[in-house]
């Protein structure tokens, strides 16, 4: 508590009696407690509130005061414009003292504490003193815990937005700002994500964003990569093991699961996970327990889950590798990501981007870029994605001698495969400068294919096993193609 300042209180009263009963209640105490403003009624007190904010600590509420605003909605009022200053209500014999549900309609209204005036006969004091005094003691240190929090909640919030500033998704194309949408409308909710896309299109900073916009933000977030456990340790991984539970289990081990408890679990290459640990993942997503290696009962645990596949998910239950109903539990909402060379001109801002970070991280100027070389960058297949676009400007950055030409990013050190552009060029041949119906197209591809094919095998039988065709379908479509085997 702070010594040097006295408690600040506004005093809401619109008799004089009580007035100078509220006053030589707290004298005693006059060095720590000051009657700063008295009103007769809400009005003046929501001005002084909003003109002297910060002013008072504590507004001491006589109940029925007459005329104009008051009783709850004052005291609703009042916390709106401040919710640090703290209430204390005085009411009269009167009202029923006895009635709590008169006081928790108080309380509920925001109020700190309330009590019944003294009879009119006893004219010193309004309440009890020590009471009195007490209450606004306990009063104004409830304010200082609250601002306390508030300012440490201040100082979270700058760090996760410094954080959301660092892991910004960045581009303004179609499918990024539906992205972006996507992720503002289901980030505060606790469904579960399914991020799917490429590699290196982006899925690991999409989760970070869904993380730090919940409301599990000030938690953990815990990336695991489920391909790259191996498989024997995935069980004990996420979801830990007690003490003895098998040889060398010399000391209990928490899982994963159970450090990303409140938080958020990000599931990376989640197609990878092993049948056994998909059928204990399911359990935690239904019943929000985890079987731990060695104990009979189960954990709870509180975890949203975030999982990321390159691979088609869908595809992976038909086949049989993946629990369908896992699949469907994940997947409660899907996000797409869109390989980078659907993004258009986000090719360059991306460019720019990095760029400008990699030249700032060895402290060079920005090197300038030749219009020839950004016709390449965007015209690239970017197989890679993000990630490849990164790697390729950190390249063009530490070998650059303020400028990018055609020529340093054509290097195949730089871009490694052929250009988008040329192999659309090549289809174009495909149909003779012609755009063709896709049976058509098909047509020709499929007779130009089997030709090279069959020049390359030893016989027909061996070319049918080389495209993975039986003997009988292969020599059918061969006759359909005219092409007598
Ligand atoms: N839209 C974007 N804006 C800014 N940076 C991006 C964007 N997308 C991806 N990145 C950056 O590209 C790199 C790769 O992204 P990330 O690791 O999220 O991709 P991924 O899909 O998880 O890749 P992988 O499949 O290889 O694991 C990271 O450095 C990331 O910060
Ligand atoms: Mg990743």
Not at 160 to 180: H, N, R, T, V
Not at 306 to 324: H, Q
Not at 354 to 369: K, M
């Amino acid at each position: 508590m702070n010594i040097a300042t006295p408690i600040q209180i506004l005093l809401v009263e619109d008799e004089d009696f009580d007035v100078a009963r509220v006053r030589n209640t707290v004298k005693l105490f006059a060095s720590r407690i000051r009657i700063a403003d008295v009103v007769s009624n809400g009005n003046p007190a929501l001005d002084l509130l909003n003109s002297k904010p910060d002013k008072y600590d504590i507004v001491i509420l006589d109940f029925q005061i007459s005329g104009g605003l008051r009783g709850e909605e004052l005291i609703q009022r009042i916390k709106e414009l401040d919710p640090l200053v703290q209430i204390i209500v005085i009411t009269k014999m009167t009202i029923n003292m006895t009635d709590l549900e008169f006081a928790s309609s108080l309380l509920k209204a925001g109020a700190f504490w309330y009590c019944t005036k003294y009879p009119g006969n006893i004219e010193e004091y309004v309440y009890q003193p020590t009471d009195f005094i007490l209450s606004i003691f306990n009063a104004f240190e409830k304010k200082r815990l609250e601002k306390q929090r508030l300012r440490s909640d201040k100082r979270l919030m700058k760090n996760i937005e410094a954080l959301l500033d660092a892991k910004a998704i960045l581009g303004e194309s179609k499918p990024m700002q539906q992205l972006k949408e996507a992720i503002e409308k289901y980030a505060r909710s606790d469904a579960n994500i399914l991020v799917m896309g490429a590699s290196g299109t982006g899925k690991e900073l999409v989760a970070w964003n869904i993380h730090l916009k919940s409301k599990r933000r000030f938690e953990s977030f815990v990336p695991i990569n489920c391909g790259g456990i191996p498989q024997g340790l995935v069980e004990s991984e996420l979801f830990g093991y007690e003490k003895g539970s098998f040889t060398g289990a010399s000391a209990p081990k928490l899982g994963l699961f159970e450090v990303a408890n409140n938080g958020t679990v990000f599931l990376d290459e989640v197609s990878e996970l092993p049948p056994q640990a998909q059928v204990k993942l399911l359990r935690v997503l239904q019943e929000g327990e985890i079987e731990k290696i060695g104990r009979k009962s189960s954990v709870a645990v509180n975890v949203r889950l975030i999982a990321a596949t390159n691979k088609d998910l869908s595809k992976e239950v038909n086949e049989g590798r993946f629990r369908e109903d896992l699949y469907y539990r994940l997947s409660v909402v899907p996000l797409e990501l869109v390989p980078l060379r659907q993004r258009g001109e986000d090719i360059l801002l991306l460019f720019d981007h990095f760029l400008t970070y990699f030249s700032a991280d060895l402290n060079i100027p920005v090197p300038e870029v030749d219009p020839k070389a950004r016709e390449i960058l965007l015209n690239y297949k970017w197989p890679g994605n993000v990630r490849e676009l990164r790697n390729v400007v950190q390249r063009l950055v530490l070998d650059s001698e303020g400028r990018i030409s055609a020529k340093d990013v054509s290097h195949p050190m730089i871009l490694r495969s052929p250009l988008y552009k040329e192999e659309l060029a090549s289809l174009k041949e495909f149909g003779n400068g012609q755009v063709l119906p896709l049976r058509e197209m098909e047509r020709i591809f499929r007779t130009n294919y089997f030709r090279y094919v069959r020049s390359i095998s030893s016989s027909d039988s061996n070319a049918a096993e080389k495209l993975g065709l039986a003997p009988s379908n292969f020599f059918r479509m061969c006759k359909e193609l005219g092409l007598k085997p």
